[in-house]
RNA sequence: GAUCCCGUAGCUCAAUGGAUAGAGCAACUGCCUUCUAAGCAGUAGGUUGCAGGUUCGAGUCCUGCCGGGAUCGCCA
């Protein structure tokens, strides 16, 4: 289904093709200034020069060929403006059809980009052994609401966790552990099959950065380290079979992060997972003539000529023969290709990690791995800071746990519903669902509201706030409406199919009509806050509707049963938008 | 040093090359005896870091400078 503006395209393009005029100008948008037009088209200017001619006579051309056109009356107002601008005023009657059309959409306004292609999305990143934190936050929720938007517009997306679990932390745990329990059947090459070491995260939570500390000061603990990494990787059983506990038991605190904050993915696949894949890639790139030695390393040069900066090559293994994430990062491209055959793979890591995956990138393209067909993105993120405007860290100075964000998130949630007296009567069952629905809404989207590549300042107490620019804002607005077309249907009334526009209800009726196009252009760029910004404008659009004119007690049933219909949509729409963002409306708050 | 990103209201952030640069927070003024005030209406707040250039038109593109951040081979 099409927004109004892309309805309107179709008109002007016709204009500007009678008139000889380049077509690819006739774009029309919503105007910059709503109080002289609903909608613009700026293609008079650029036109001009080639077609020698004033601008403004052009624009005075395409309007009377539109006017010739518009057998249908689409049109209400049409004018020229300042240089040149085409200005679009709307008849009622076109919005209220495009209205209908739109309650009867049964993909809700959302756009179709797409006809079921794969597309891999790889987000999260969380590491084995080490707690989540408000770091993982971003990459998590981008990625997942990226993933949603996808699904919707017509791809077969795929999340994959693409966990951090064969590096060299995995050595230092491993090595760890054998400092301290030498005596494990896993060290002792003695039968470990039905042993239970009882690991759990509290304790793989001291024991890592205690093992990291200890190889940065002592370059022999180091040593041990190294080994022990090469040799989990060359499969020693001992290792692996302690590896594959504690990554398990990381998973299941992961999951526990992860669904409280809504948070799907559809693989759980980690760096380790393609191990097997990697001796043939590298035997292949070493055929091809592209691994080479060099001090010791096993390297694949991806610099290019015209490089504006020098691209160091890729190492594939290291002089201890074991490998580092970017050779498993290619493997796992190599997997992806074989087992998914995706259109697009996009990844949403750091933007720290841009010359990273441009090395991948220029790896796999230069092996045959991905060809030039397959778009490879890194869809990097800003780094989260304090408000000191560096790296964000706790007071104490340590990093923040995302379960501790989101249990004050909750807390908040239940102090502010006793505050208000809101949700009293509700089993405290439901009362505790809401508050924690409230809480994940307002971290959401307080982080998915900023741009994704800049870097953005972490504020708890904006983190966790609920008025204003606000994920419980949007909630309050969905709620609210539902609330009111209960009780609409509780006394007999009943949305209509037409709509009638007068002054109160045109602006929220425009807004409503631009949904495909803000969606499309919130994935070109891979950019959910611009869902954001639009789902913000939406629920403020209805609040002053909504403020402005008394529904229920409103004695012209026709335009009564129009309003409800609007209300239906405008709910409809914003449970739409929030579902792409990952957000769940409750029942009532 | 090289490369990349960022610099917009007191603070946090928006603005496919389009008209008079917008929101939220904080401040101030009003509005709960009709549908949820987590709300609405309004006031105030700006030389878009600086200087040039391209363009009919620049916060946006180009060049230079200033300031901040990141990255630059065996961590991820």
């Not at 290291?318 to 995706?342: F, I």
């Not at 102090?415 to 405290?428: F, N």
Request: net charge negative; aromatic share 8%.
């Amino acid at each position: 289904m099409d927004s109004l503006a892309a309805k309107l395209t179709t008109l002007t393009e016709q204009a500007f093709s009678a008139l000889g005029l380049p077509v690819e100008h006739a774009r029309v948008a919503v105007s910059g200034q709503a109080e002289s037009a609903q909608f613009q088209c700026n293609g008079a200017m650029p036109s001009a020069k080639a077609a020698k001619k004033n601008p403004r006579q052009i624009a005075e051309e395409v309007i009377a060929k539109l006017q010739e056109l518009d057998s249908e009356g689409v049109f209400a107002l049409l004018s020229v403006g300042g240089p040149g601008f085409i200005n679009i005023t709307v008849a009622d009657g076109f919005i209220g059809s495009h209205l209908t059309d739109l309650a009867g959409d049964q993909k809700e306004g959302v756009p179709k980009l797409a006809k079921g292609e794969t597309v891999i999305i790889d987000y999260g990143g969380p590491n084995v052994a080490k707690a989540m934190h408000v770091g993982h936050l971003r990459s998590s929720i981008i990625g997942d609401a990226l993933r949603r938007m996808m699904l919707a517009t017509g791809y077969k997306a795929i999340g994959d966790v693409h966990l951090g679990d064969w590096g060299t932390p995995m050595g230092q745990i491993i090595s760890e552990y054998e400092l301290r329990h030498p005596e494990w059947p896993y060290f002792t090459g003695g039968d470990f099959s039905s042993f239970d070491p009882q690991i759990t995260m509290v304790q793989l939570e001291e024991i890592y950065p205690f093992a990291s500390k200890a190889c940065k000061d002592d370059p022999e603990r180091a040593e041990k380290a190294r080994k022990a990494t090469a040799e989990l990787q060359n499969g020693h059983p001992g290792y692996r079979a302690l590896w594959t506990t504690f990554v398990e038991v990381s998973i299941a605190g992961m999951k526990n992060n992860f669904d409280a904050l809504g948070v799907h993915f559809d693989l759980w696949k980690g760096e380790g997972s393609v191990h097997h894949l990697i001796s043939l890639m590298v035997e292949r790139l070493k055929d091809q003539g592209f691994a080479r030695e060099d001090d010791g390393a096993l390297v694949i040069d991806v610099a290019l000529e015209g490089d504006k900066k020098e691209i160091p090559p890729l190492i594939l293994y290291k002089r201890d023969g074991a490998v580092m994430y970017g050779t498993t990062d290619l493997a796992t491209l190599v997997d992806r290709m074989n087992e998914n055959h995706p259109s697009k793979i996009i990844y949403v890591v750091d933007q720290r990690q841009s010359l990273h995956f441009e090395q991948v990138f220029r790896a796999a393209r230069k092996g045959g791995i991905v060809p030039e067909s397959v778009e490879l993105t890194h869809a990097g993120f800003g780094t989260m800071n304090g408000p000191d405007g560096k790296p964000f860290k706790t007071r104490a100075g340590g990093v923040m746990k995302l379960e501790d964000l989101i249990g004050m998130g909750v807390e908040k949630a239940r102090e502010r519903l006793r505050e208000a007296k809101l949700a009293e009567d509700m089993p405290p069952k439901e009362k505790e669902d809401v508050a924690h629905k409230v809480a994940i809404a307002a971290i959401k989207f307080a982080d998915l509201q900023n741009n994704r590549v800049a870097d953005y300042v972490f504020d708890l107490d904006r983190m966790t706030a609920f008025e204003g620019k606000t994920g419980p804002y949007l909630l309050y607005q969905a709620v609210r409406i539902n609330s009111l077309l209960k009780k609409a249907a509780e006394q007999g009334m009943k949305p209509g199919t037409e709509f009638s526009l007068q002054d109160e209800e045109r602006p929220l009726a425009l807004l409503l009509s631009e949904m495909p196009d803000q969606i499309a252009q919130a994935l070109k760029n891979y950019s959910p806050h611009i869902v954001c910004d639009y789902a913000y404008r939406v629920a403020q659009e209805f609040s002053s509707f909504y403020g402005n004119c008394h529904i229920l007690s409103e004695t012209d049933e026709v335009l009564r049963n129009s309003r409800l219909a609007l209300c239906a949509l405008t709910a409809r729409h914003l449970r739409t938008l929030l579902a792409l963002l990952g957000i769940e409306v409750p029942e009532r708050m």
